[in-house]
């Protein structure tokens, strides 16, 4: 078979899309040019309530952005279009690749249809659809998000399949026995650069948010009582804090994943204490606030404190490593133990800057008026840390951690790019990159996809950051 | 002022003893210890001799007492062997161990023995930090000013098509780790068969089977030049570009909206001027101690850069340490982490105190 061609039969778009790209740069470029000269206009009102925009170069300008922007997008959607009804191979390798994506298309055309349609009723994550910034980093998001659902549908082969003829070759390569093509070409070891790639982002959407999701649970139980209370528990805590900030991420990471320290246990060990926070903090919230009924307050808490702890148990104890204590029978799953360090690591890593935030936002808000009112009628400090400063403090917090998700995403590429934790098997972004930057100058592409991938998902994490932080600030 | 600061270095050197000790603790853990006695000895010793190998040398014995020893508050070990000759911490090769100090630790200068690089590892460490050295020197001429350029500009005028395409730009370099960049740069300048390089040649600009850049700094090294330490360079720079960018524009923004920017505004003092005489000082207060508490990340940069382009600096040499278990060497390299980022941390305290008025006379 022949190798594919990048757009194959859909290639008649391609000046459209270099035109329409190079006006696109034009427009902004002016606009900029014209920025310094000409005052931006205000949109004038008229008399019967109307408004117009005034013409002129810079209005001109604005519009052929505005227009040249939809039309670039509107030929993209195209490439995608033409890839999927055209047969596999003839649309080239984006075509190819659109083609695989179609799941993926099909859950991001029904999800943001019925979320702009109900974008009224659905608080925050509705208004986020007003903002462009905001919707583009929340589709490159759950693009990432849905082909980690979809991943076994996509992936071409299997991603540990080696070829050996396939070593480095370049994409559209055609596989030896005329089945197929490796469309992002094959990496040092003759396997599947896309498949790869497809299955990594399983490992990252896995662990990122629940390990932000963990730290959070940690950085919050401390940082509460730390800012609301004050004195010797805070100056403690925020010294621990700042000790594990003054650390070298890298260090750190060497340090507790080397292969002789994971022996002694140690990571283990931490795991048996960040882990707990979770259950502490469930714990806290529900007898906090259903503290006066006393007969559904047990309910919950025996409810969390059975089922977290059972989870909490399985999830640390591992057998055969040196926290193994629970009954295989009812032991429900088991962490890989390098997983588990990674996760560990990550969590750790992250908890203490959480810690900071929080406290800061309790110290700014422990002074307002509804917590004197609080404290008043005579609220116990837990209940007014967590149902009345952490409501309020949940804006901030919703934007740092979509931006603290796009950071432990890099960490785990910093992991896997020193080879640590994960094994060198595994096709997670940051080991694929680790392992391609050797052959770099020969063949690129084993390394570029991944970190392009790496780099989409980070970008849409700090894009969608953003754009709720507008949408919150705009309350 | 000064009890501020003497506070601050306090808590600075206890964190700095917590740190090494945390850092001693976890690289002198039993399974350490023993690799490295099979490293040293041989790979075959039985489990008591490594024991013994351990016990010879001064690794056994409780922590506390061996970091002590390592930071030269503890009289170093000795051991002398049925043969009488006395070997220790403190005694040279061949030395003669009644001539030897009692104490020898970081404190008195002495920081132990690489075994990698098989030399002491003070030299060895000081030269790496010359060669990172350099490497900070330029990031920090290329990153600070462009990125306070951007910042400002961006921040003078909020909403403005600039500001639009400047904010982009820098959310996109946040965006992209040193280890993306890093890859990206090279596979766009670097290589023969991809990006720029084989354009250039078609076009002859460029000699065939030659790149625009260099993608191993090695050769840096010895002689720094514009073709092999530009990748580096702008590998660390951009992430940091894109982060004190947006930090130098919020600043900015901020000052714009302050009541003495409008009231010269009125005046009539005309929109460069406000924005160089009266907005730029105060919107340089913050981002001051945003590049201050950059260096940090900086070093996560440098480790990754160092290490994806060869160039034997510090980061490349804690990765060494690190992955050839070289405990000393290890030890040495976190001291000059934990202190590069303690004492910038104290120097943005101190900066931003003295920089900022308001403080600075109450």
Same mark, same amino acid.
């Given at each position: ?47 019967? !309530? ?14 052929? !952005? ?239 404190? !059975? ?169 | ?23 001693? *603790? ?20 039985? %489990? ?63 920081? &132990? *023995? ?12 000081? %030269? ?111 992430? &940091? ?59 996560? &940069?440098?480790?990754?850069? %160092? ?56």
């Amino acid at each position: 078979m022949e190798p594919l061609t990048w757009t194959g039969s859909l290639s008649l778009l391609n000046p459209v899309l270099a035109a329409l790209a190079a006006l696109l740069v034009l427009a902004i470029l002016a606009r900029i040019a014209l920025s310094f000269f000409a005052t931006e206009p205000a949109v004038v009102v008229n008399p019967d !309530g109307t408004a117009t925009a005034p013409n002129g170069l810079w209005s001109l300008s604005v519009t052929a !952005g505005k227009w040249l922007f939809l039309s670039l997008v509107g030929v993209l959607v195209l490439y995608i279009v033409g890839g999927v009804v055209t047969p596999l191979g003839s649309g080239g390798i984006f075509g190819a690749a659109a083609k695989k994506f179609l799941p993926v298309w099909i859950a991001l055309v029904v999800l943001f249809a019925v979320s702009l349609r109900f974008k009224r009723r659905l608080g925050l994550y509705g208004k986020l659809f007003d903002s462009t910034i905001g919707m583009i980093g929340f589709g490159l998001v759950m693009f990432w998000v849905f082909t980690a659902i979809f991943a076994d549908m996509i992936v071409m082969h299997d991603p540990l399949g080696q070829i050996s003829q396939l070593k480095n070759k370049a994409p559209g390569v055609a596989l030896p026995d005329g089945s197929g093509w490796y469309i992002f070409g094959g990496d040092h070891l003759g396997r599947d650069v896309f498949s790869r790639m497809i299955k990594g982002s399983q490992v990252v959407i896995q662990i990122a948010p629940l390990a932000t999701l963990f730290a959070f649970m940690v950085g919050i139980t401390l940082g509460l009582p730390a800012g609301y209370y004050g004195g010797k528990l805070d100056s403690g805590l925020s010294f621990l804090a700042n000790l594990i900030l003054a650390f070298p991420v890298i260090l750190l990471f060497y340090l507790l994943v080397t292969p002789e320290i994971v022996t002694t246990g140690l990571p283990q060990f931490m795991a048996v204490a960040l882990f707990i926070f979770p259950l502490v903090f469930l714990t806290i919230l529900l007898n906090s606030r259903y503290y006066v009924q006393p007969q559904r307050r047990n309910l919950m808490v025996a409810a969390v404190l !059975g089922i977290g702890g059972w989870l909490y148990l399985s999830l640390i104890s591992t057998p055969g490593t040196a926290v193994s204590f629970f009954p295989a029978a009812i032991d429900l799953f088991d962490v890989p133990p390098n997983i588990l360090i990674v996760f560990v690591s990550v969590v750790f890593v992250n908890s203490p800057t959480v810690f900071r935030i929080v406290r800061g936002l309790t110290l700014d808000i422990k002074t307002r008026d509804y917590v004197s009112a609080a404290q008043t009628r005579g609220e116990r400090p837990w209940y007014i840390m967590l149902w009345e400063i952490l409501p309020n403090a949940r804006g901030p917090l919703i934007v740092d951690f979509c931006l603290r998700i796009g950071y432990t995403t890099i960490l785990l590429g910093t992991l896997g790019f020193f080879g640590l934790g994960l094994s060198p098997e595994s096709p997670d972004w940051g080991t694929t990159i680790n392992a391609g930057r050797r052959l770099l100058t020969i063949a690129p592409h084993p390394a570029i996809v991944p970190a392009v991938a790496l780099m989409s998902l980070v970008l849409g994490l700090n894009l969608l950051a953003d754009g709720l932080r507008e949408e919150s600030l705009r309350d | 002022m000064l009890k501020f600061i003497l506070r601050r270095l306090g808590v600075m050197l206890l964190t700095a003893f917590a740190l090494t000790f945390v850092v001693f *603790y976890l690289t002198n853990l039993a399974p350490n210890l023993e690799k490295l006695a099979r490293s040293e000895g041989s790979v075959r010793m039985t %489990e008591e001799a490594v024991t013994a190998w351990i016990e010879q040398n001064g690794h056994s014995g409780p922590v506390l007492m061996r970091y002590g020893q390592w930071l030269g508050v503890v009289p170093g070990w000795t051991f002398t062997d049925e043969k009488g000759v006395t070997r220790g911490r403190c005694i040279a090769q061949d030395g003669d161990a009644a001539l030897a100090p009692r104490y020898c630790g970081v404190l008195q200068g002495n920081w &132990g *023995y690489s075994t990698v690089f098989k030399q002491p590892v003070g030299p060895a460490l000081l %030269e790496k930090l010359g060669a990172t050295g350099w490497l900070m020197l330029w990031v920090m001429i290329v990153m600070v000013p462009v990125s306070l350029i951007l910042g400002v500009l961006s921040g003078m005028r909020e909403g403005s098509a600039m500001d639009r395409t400047l904010s982009t730009f820098a959310i996109v370099s946040t965006a992209t780790p040193e280890y993306v960049s890093g890859v990206v740069l090279v596979a766009l300048f670097a290589t023969a068969t991809t990006g720029l390089s084989p354009l250039l040649i078609d076009m002859g600009l460029l000699e065939p089977k030659k790149t625009l850049f260099l993608a191993s700094s090695t050769s840096a090294m010895d002689n720094i030049t514009f073709w092999n330490f530009t990748l580096p360079v702008m590998t660390i720079a951009l992430y &940091g570009i894109g982060y004190i960018a947006r930090m130098t524009r919020a600043s900015m923004t901020e000052v714009m909206t302050q009541q003495y920017i409008r009231t010269a505004r009125l005046k009539g003092v005309n929109f460069r001027s406000v924005v160089m005489k009266h907005a730029l000082r105060n919107a340089l207060i913050a981002p001051f101690t945003v590049i201050m508490l950059q260096f940090p990340w900086l070093l996560n &940069g440098v480790v990754i850069t %160092e290490t994806l382009f060869n160039y034997k600096g510090f980061g490349w040499t804690l990765v060494t340490a690190a992955s050839n278990n070289d405990i000393q060497l290890l030890l040495g390299c976190s001291v000059v982490a934990v202190l590069v980022v303690l004492v910038t941390q104290l120097i943005s305290d101190i900066g931003y105190v003295y920089l900022n008025p308001r403080i600075r006379i109450s």
